[in-house]
């Protein structure tokens, strides 16, 4: 079986176990999070997410919003689908694999039945390991699952996505494959959308693109998201992923979005003059 090493531990967040779990437990408890550790819950019907995947002492504390929010929504058995951009470029345009992922905190498997019968069914997306080893943008939501899982039972198997391939039609129809995978396996499912907002631009900038951006996430509108990010020039590095999160919900009988938190790296450093925006939003 594959194991797929971790490529940003130490980076993004601490190796060590031990201070891993610190961190994500600052996050929650941050003035920017939302200030208490998760709860339990049940499974009622399929949720959708948007989260950050910066480092975490930057993007964690609004990551953890969207955690928070998955905690009270879930229990038992619960098949992870995560959207990530492809930000370094190896790999196919479109692509999942099948194998473990290990981070600091264990090991966290994949559902290869549904990877298996979403690869088959969706012309766009390949089998390929390559274009997953070095991407962070999956990756860093993991230990967020893991330390949920500590706290309550919840038994998580993932389906990572990284695109590479962001125009409208790829998204929507790798968005339509994991609605109808999903439901044809009878999966109790969450599907996360892994994105940051604006990069790099002054605070008061970037927080009116994003605003934009957010608000066709909120209307659940995917091409309003796309041309409004096209037309804005907003660099969100994940549109596609949440495009396709949208449209897979959509087909899954979602209708409410909220958003939960955003905030800049600059409310984290202070320093206003050039920022990236996060945001965590739930669809169910």
Same mark, same amino acid.
């Given at each position: 079986?594959?194991?797929?090493?971790?490529?940003?531990?130490?980076?993004?967040?601490?190796?060590?176990?031990?201070?891993?779990?610190?961190?994500?437990?600052?996050?929650?408890?941050?003035? %920017? !999070?939302? $200030?208490?550790?998760?709860?339990? &819950?049940?499974? =009622?019907? *399929?949720? @959708?997410? #948007?989260?950050?995947?910066?480092?975490?002492?930057?993007?964690?504390?609004?990551?953890?919003?969207?955690?928070?929010?998955?905690?009270?929504?879930?229990?038992?058995?619960?098949?992870?689908?995560?959207?990530?951009?492809?930000?370094?470029? %190896? !790999?196919? $345009?479109?692509?999942?694999?099948? &194998?473990?992922? =290990?981070? *600091?905190? @264990?090991? #966290?498997?994949?559902?290869?039945?549904?990877?298996?019968?979403?690869?088959?069914?969706?012309?766009?997306?390949?089998?390929?390991?390559?274009?997953?080893?070095?991407?962070?943008?999956?990756?860093?939501?993991?230990?967020?699952?893991?330390? %949920?899982?500590?706290?309550?039972?919840?038994?998580?198997?993932?389906?990572?996505?990284?695109?590479?391939?962001?125009?409208?039609?790829?998204?929507?129809?790798?968005?339509?494959?994991?609605?109808?995978?999903?439901?044809?396996?009878?999966?109790?499912?969450?599907?996360?959308?892994?994105?940051?907002?604006?990069?790099?631009?002054?605070?008061?900038?970037?927080?009116?693109?994003?605003?934009?951006?957010?608000?066709?996430?909120?209307?659940?509108?995917?091409?309003?998201?796309?041309?409004?990010?096209?037309?804005?020039?907003?660099?969100?590095?994940?549109?596609?992923?949440?495009?396709?999160?949208?449209?897979?919900?959509?087909?899954?009988?979602?209708?409410?979005?909220?958003?939960?938190?955003?905030?800049?790296?600059?409310?984290?450093?202070?320093?206003?003059?050039?920022?990236?925006?996060?945001?965590?939003?739930?669809?169910?």
């Amino acid at each position: 079986m594959v194991i797929r090493y971790p490529a940003v531990a130490g980076m993004f967040y601490p190796s060590d176990p031990h201070e891993l779990i610190e961190l994500i437990e600052y996050c929650y408890l941050h003035e %920017l !999070g939302p $200030g208490s550790l998760p709860t339990g &819950g049940v499974f =009622r019907k *399929p949720i @959708g997410l #948007v989260c950050p995947h910066a480092g975490y002492i930057y993007s964690g504390p609004v990551a953890a919003h969207s955690y928070k929010a998955l905690s009270s929504r879930v229990d038992g058995k619960i098949t992870v689908v995560i959207l990530g951009p492809n930000h370094t470029g %190896l !790999g196919s $345009g479109v692509s999942t694999m099948k &194998g473990i992922w =290990r981070t *600091p905190l @264990g090991d #966290v498997k994949t559902d290869d039945e549904f990877i298996d019968r979403l690869w088959r069914n969706c012309d766009i997306l390949d089998l390929d390991e390559s274009a997953h080893l070095r991407e962070h943008s999956i990756e860093v939501q993991l230990p967020f699952l893991q330390h %949920l899982s500590m706290l309550h039972p919840v038994d998580f198997k993932i389906v990572p996505i990284s695109m590479m391939m962001q125009d409208y039609e790829t998204a929507i129809e790798v968005g339509h494959s994991i609605a109808k995978v999903s439901m044809e396996l009878d999966r109790r499912v969450v599907i996360i959308a892994s994105t940051d907002f604006s990069h790099y631009e002054p605070q008061d900038i970037a927080s009116k693109k994003d605003a934009l951006a957010i608000r066709a996430i909120l209307n659940m509108d995917e091409r309003e998201l796309y041309t409004t990010v096209v037309n804005n020039n907003i660099t969100m590095c994940g549109y596609g992923p949440t495009m396709a999160m949208i449209r897979a919900m959509k087909e899954l009988g979602a209708g409410d979005v909220r958003l939960l938190a955003y905030a800049t790296s600059g409310d984290i450093t202070k320093d206003y003059s050039s920022v990236v925006g996060y945001a965590s939003l739930i669809v169910e």
